[in-house]
Nanobody
Framework: QVQLVESGGGLVQAGGSLRLSCAAS????????MGWFRQDPGKEREFVAG????????SYADSVKGRFTISGDNAKNTVLLQMNSLKFEDTAVYYC???????????????????WGQGTQVTVSS
């Protein structure tokens, strides 16, 4: 059984930074593609960033490229999302997820991921 627990969300002013963490148990994150998604009320869940097996390949949504960085800390079995230069439109609940089947390129659709955390709220004031 796999469990994912996100943390690090909060309230921040536009231009500020937050670091989200996703701690995993029951799986070794280096063996799986991991993704970060976000969802605002009334909107579909959207891809934010992904990282390949072994953590050497990363991808980002155009809206966050250059501002967000995804990385893995294998010693802590944790995937991180560093968010800089935050904008009001970044406000959402952020989720991390595991894809058991992909190897290199992280899928951008939520239905291709198998396990999800409970989410952490990020609110950016403007």
């Amino acid at each position: 059984q796999v469990q994912l627990v996100e943390s690090g969300g909060g309230l921040v002013q536009a231009g500020g930074s937050l670091r989200l963490s996703c701690a995993a148990s029951g799986r070794t994150i280096s063996s799986y593609v991991m993704g970060w998604f976000r969802q605002d009320p009334g909107k579909e869940r959207e891809f934010v960033a992904g990282i390949s097996r072994n953590g050497y390949y990363t991808s980002y949504a155009d809206s966050v490229k250059g501002r967000f960085t995804i990385s893995g800390d294998n010693a802590k079995n944790t995937v991180l999302l560093q968010m800089n230069s935050l904008k009001f439109e970044d406000t959402a609940v952020y989720y991390c997820a595991i894809d058991r089947n992909s190897a290199l390129i992280p899928p951008t659709t939520p239905d291709q991921y198998d396990y999800w955390g409970q989410g952490t709220q990020v609110t950016v004031s403007s």
